[in-house]
């Protein structure tokens, strides 16, 4: 993955770099990570579990916490900074949020140079070099996103500034929070396979995929976990447990079934489908049936508050007609005293 980002580099610069130039580039950029701990971690590889991650991000749990819960293969999976430190072994410690970096002094670390105009919309090509590199990374392997990279958040841009001036960040806790904040995106899923793999599970017969650089992020990195954009949500390509995944583009018998064209990716929405016709694994259908029954319970409490409500406005409109009367029977009273006491 490191190296599809230092290769496709050329593309987000709009023209070739020098080679000299990109070697001193990419010499800066790896003791920039060797110093934060990581560099080992970005230049590591590891097979994929597609139905695994998707049964991790079908299932996971709602959750104010740094812990990512899900239910995989019968057995209940946490996934914390902990444990993505001692899978990775990188750091877990200093600093977990960007809050006392100001985003003046980010761009200004970022741009390498302090006369820029701070109300000025940054791209990636108004950075240097090694910058533009390193937030390639951070976009497409630390945080993986299906936005435009030629625009960065300021998240980006905070932590690229904390890389290169050296600021130690809790890498493992920004992992698991991007997880949880952007469940619908099925982002590292090689992590997700590694981690698995790691916890002892029954994983000798699950299908698997040697992940090549160009499959691991965006549209690509979906469909090479088996997963198509259908009727507005991406969803599952089969339901068979453990049915082989076929290769994107190759065709299988007489239907001319062939890869479907690229879709857009704006954060839509994943779901698990029971498709009946088909059939599917006794956890997955469980697994399904239960989200539906907790969608369909959720959506019967919200016809009863609306229910609740709507009485609630009917009871206030008869209590103010009812003071209404009163106040219109009291002005009568006052007036009925005032004739009495100036008769005309």
Known sequence: MYNFVLNSVKFHNEKLVDKDIFVSNVAMIKSWLDNMGW???????????????????????????????SFILNNHVEITPKTIAEVLGIPCSDITHFNDIGKSEALGICLERLDFNPIMT??????????????LIVTNTLFPREESHTLPFERDLKLVACIKNGTLVNLPYLIVNHMLSRPNHISCPM???????????????????KPKTKQLINKTGLKSCNIKFEYGLWVKQQAVGRAPVREPGIRIGGDGDVEEEEEEDDGQ??????????????????????SLQARMDLAQANIDYVRGRVDQIYDNQATHMTRLDTQDAQMDQVIQMLQNAYPQ
Do not use: W
């Open 122 to 135: 940054i791209t990636s090509g108004h950075l240097p070099i090694a910058t533009r590199i390193l937030l």
């Open 39 to 69: 560099l080992d971690y970005l230049c590591s590889s590891h097979i994929i579990y597609p139905r695994l991650v998707k049964l991790f991000y079908a299932n996971l749990e709602k959750t104010t916490t740094c812990i990512a819960k």
């Open 191 to 209: 992590l997700i396979s590694r981690i698995l793999a790691s916890l002892n599970l029954d994983l000798e017969d699950e299908h698997h995929v």
């Open 269 to 290: 929405q994943f779901e698990m489908r029971l498709n009946v016709a088909r059939g599917s694994s006794s956890g997955g259908s469980g697994a399904t049936l239960e």
